[in-house]
């Protein structure tokens, strides 16, 4: 079955970086627009950021500047490089894909922003 698995989440400080990445299994990724969303406890999941087959990108109002979303075809690899992360950052960050709604998600992948 479709898998996505999403990496490269951990704890950084205040400003700091990070890059996930969502690798995905029987899914081609050039086929299916795909999305990053974020869960902080206690909190309903939100958007981040998306990145269309038709090459488009869409950001939070809260990532713009800040967070990158890309792609890597011949890895059948999507990223989300994060800058300047803060606090309020602190999440199970989930990847998505879909063709219409996002029908495959990820387990997701911690990140934790010490202040």
């Known amino acids: 079955q479709v898998q996505l698995v999403e990496s490269g989440g951990g704890l950084v400080q205040a400003g700091g970086s990070l890059r996930l990445s969502c690798a995905a299994s029987?899914?081609?990724?050039?086929?299916?627009?795909v999305g990053w969303f974020r869960q902080a406890p206690g909190k309903e999941r939100e958007f981040v950021a998306s990145?269309?087959?038709?090459?488009?990108?869409y950001y939070a109002d809260s990532m713009k500047g800040r967070f990158t979303i890309s792609r890597d075809n011949t890895k059948n690899t999507v990223y989300l490089q994060m800058n300047s992360l803060k606090p309020e950052d602190t999440a199970v960050y989930y990847c998505a894909a879909g063709q219409n709604t996002y029908s495959y998600w990820g387990q997701g992948t911690q990140v934790t922003v010490s202040s």
């Open positions: 990145s269309w087959r038709s090459g488009r990108t």
């Open positions: 029987r899914l081609t990724f050039s086929n299916y627009d």
